[in-house]
């Protein structure tokens, strides 16, 4: 019985260590998101940048693919929200 009760006591006082300390994160975001503009009312224009390179794409404004983003950063998808077609949502998923 004294060994059970100094092992839960000792499991108990690990647990409760681990709940405290400071971590520390170092780095910096070195390519931002890309820029994703209205080019025309049926084309976007998708611009990335990476390692101080820039790349452009257009895609049109059409709900059946998803086009991907310069440099293989992501995927576009557009999807119309209303039936008149005045209200979207653009979804940008990055990889």
């Known amino acids: 019985m004294l060994f059970a009760s100094w092992t839960s006591s000792a499991v108990a006082g690990n647990g409760a260590a ?11 975001i070195v390519d931002g998101g890309c ?6 009312d049926f084309q976007l224009k998708m611009s990335c940048s990476q390692k101080g390179k820039t790349s452009t794409n257009t895609a049109p404004l059409n709900v059946s693919q998803q086009h991907e983003l310069p440099f ?8 119309w929200i209303d039936h008149s077609k005045k209200m979207a949502v653009l979804t ?4």
């Open 72 to 79: 293989n950063r992501g995927t576009t998808q557009f999807r």
């Open 35 to 40: 820029d994703i503009n209205p080019q025309t």
């Open 92 to 95: 940008v998923s990055y990889n």
């Open 18 to 28: 681990s709940d405290s300390g400071v971590i520390h994160f170092h780095g910096a």
